[in-house]
T-cell receptor, first 109, second 114 residues
Framework: KNEVEQSPQNLTAQEGEFITINCSYS?????LHWLQQHPGGGIVSLFM???GKKKHGRLIATINIQEKHSSLHITASHPRDSAVYIC???????????FGTGTRLQVFP | KAGVTQTPRYLIKTRGQQVTLSCSPI?????VSWYQQTPGQGLQFLFE???????NKGNFPGRFSGRQFSNSRSEMNVSTLELGDSALYLC?????????????FGPGTRLLVL
């Protein structure tokens, strides 16, 4: 079993829909990152959080440390949100990032 | 401010050769981390450098090595290339704390080993 699991693996949505991507992990962490990767490979860091909730524009990230779970929400989705979203946890013991396998999101007009 | 730059962007090598990839961090950033991304294994941590010292290392064989210079630029080297080393190699920089703070990724170097 992977230490970081994301669901769903693939997601399609119509423009304007509310989207949720989930990340569960099994290790103790000191932080969790949400990353966005566009075709071509470039990665952008969306959030880093260790507790609670963060919001940036239409994106919201939450984390529940007790349940070892984080969610990334996209409100009013747009075709330009189409990308792979990757969850990565910073292991408390090893200080190394462990990555999920990513969620491929396609938003259609 | 210029972003993280990586050179070369694309590279084709043959088995047994060696390769050196370069990463220039954002000005003022002193931590540089390297990652490998393959379709089968996804993203994996290679190593992190801070102030010319390797601060952390992932689970890769000794053929993978790196270094950091006094201007924070970093290089990684892969010797005796294998087909399985074909991947996108990404570097990321941050001010000081590596993955404990927001990391800024470069565009990556896509390596193909034939």
């Amino acid at each position: 079993k992977n230490e970081v699991e994301q669901s769903p693996q693939n997601l399609t949505a119509q423009e304007g829909e509310f989207i949720t991507i989930n990340c569960s992990y099994s290790v103790g962490i000191s932080a969790l990152h949400w990353l966005q990767q566009h075709p071509g490979g470039g990665i952008v860091s969306l959030f880093m959080l260790s507790s609670g909730k963060k919001k940036h524009g239409r994106l919201i990230a939450t984390i529940n440390i007790q349940e070892k779970h984080s969610s990334l929400h996209i409100t009013a989705s747009h075709p330009r949100d189409s990308a792979v979203y990757i969850c990565a946890v910073l292991s408390y013991n090893t200080d190394k990032l462990i990555f999920g396998t990513g969620t491929r999101l396609q938003v259609f007009p | 401010k210029a972003g993280v730059t990586q050179t070369p962007r694309y590279l084709i090598k043959t088995r047994g050769q060696q390769v050196t990839l370069s990463c220039s961090p954002i000005s003022g950033h002193r931590s540089v981390s390297w990652y490998q991304q393959t379709p089968g294994q996804g993203l994996q941590f290679l190593f992190e450098y801070f102030s010319e010292t390797q601060r952390n290392k992932g689970n890769f064989p000794g053929r993978f090595s790196g270094r950091q210079f006094s201007n924070s630029r970093s290089e990684m080297n892969v010797s005796t290339l294998e087909l399985g080393d074909s991947a996108l190699y990404l570097c990321a920089s941050s001010f000081i704390r590596g993955p404990q703070e927001t990391q800024y990724f470069g565009p990556g170097t896509r390596l193909l080993v034939l």
